[in-house]
């Protein structure tokens, strides 16, 4: 049940905010794909009688393996872990979060956090009774770690491609994070949620890790890519040594996935290497243009992520308020997302941006823009 608008609502978190847009046709509140279902991937939603019936017949752990082999494939994970208990299958990547979170309880106290990253990230550690550390993004881009953080903390996690910003942390930054991780036996992990929007994250995350010696965790998500009516799976993945009690959380929480979703999700990704993900790539930066070509010349406004290639766009407002905003162009029933919240740890850094969902119908994008540019010129 979504609650419904009241002003403990406008208070809460970032879900809270994308409940009110969800009934709005001009929702680009939450980064969950809402576009049109391309030609090629109709026909796969065509097909799902046809993969029912398959899937009913073969046994649920080849089902699974072929669409994690097909998924891992299609965004350059070729190191993907194969043996038995190494890749777990969620509902969401919320869900693998959890697990995650609950493991790590139980062997640590505190984890370093980058920041900003989607709220629910830190809600989650944070329900277990972690201790949160941030870490600022441009320290986590700039170079080596503090050896007096990684003393203080068991665990250091990354949102790469980050939300809302976009940015991707490079093969040597990987490189380096997990042999500093690996000298002070503190857990990486990694959620890797926007990996297939952005080339620059489809380098062998899974080889680096294994090269480096850390303990390593990666959540990987299905959900962002494919408007599948929330028909999607996060893959909880460890290295061999993780000493974190995962399967054991796991169990205490689910069975499995449907094998109809992950055949689905097979099917997906076959599409995606046929030209579906390039095709993808071409529609987030063409949503991206309308964005930028319609708010481009509003005064005291600024993209400050522009080599970001996912499927959200920052906008910062100057000296206006988010949250102003945010009110002012919803009575214009058009949601978008204050990014208080993405500032987990010091909201004020984040008062003076929104951030606008492109994986939309591109007629949605324009209407939203134009929305919002008429808020911005009317608040001069
Ligand atoms: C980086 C990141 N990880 C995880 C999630 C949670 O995804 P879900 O709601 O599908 O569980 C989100 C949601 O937007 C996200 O941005």
Known sequence: MVPTQSESVVAGNLT???????????????????????????LIVEELPRLWAAAVKRPVEEVERDAQRAYFELLGQHSHPADEGRVLSCYS???????????????????????????????????????????????LHAGDLDDVLLRSVQCVFVTTPNNPTGRVLPESGLRRLAQQCAEHDVVLTLDTSFRGFDP?????????LNASGCRWVVIEDTGKLWPTLELKVGWLVSSADVGLPLAEIYSDILLGVSPLV?????????DAAAGGLADLHRFIAGNRAIVRGILGDVPDLRFPDPASRA?????????????AVWTALSKHNVFALPCHKFHWADPGQGDHSLRIALSRTPSSVA???????TVLLDSR
């Open 262 to 270: 992950l055949s689905m999700i097979e099917r997906l990704s076959q």
């Open 311 to 323: 499927s959200v766009e920052r906008v910062d407002l100057g000296d206006r308020s988010g949250l």
């Open 93 to 139: 990547s919320s869900v693998a979060m959890e697990i995650f979170a609950r493991s790590l309880a139980s062997r640590a106290q505190s984890i370093a956090l980058i920041h900003p990253t989607f709220d629910n990230i830190p809600d989650i550690l944070r329900g277990v009774g972690l201790r949160l550390v941030p870490l600022d993004e441009e320290a």
């Open 367 to 373: 209407a939203g823009s134009k929305a919002l540019r």
């Open 200 to 208: 620059d994250a489809h380098y062998d995350h899974y080889a680096v």
């Open 16 to 42: 809270q905010f994308e409940y009110l847009a969800l009934n709005s046709s001009l929702n680009l509140a939450d980064g969950h794909a809402r576009q049109e279902l391309t030609a090629g991937q109709s």
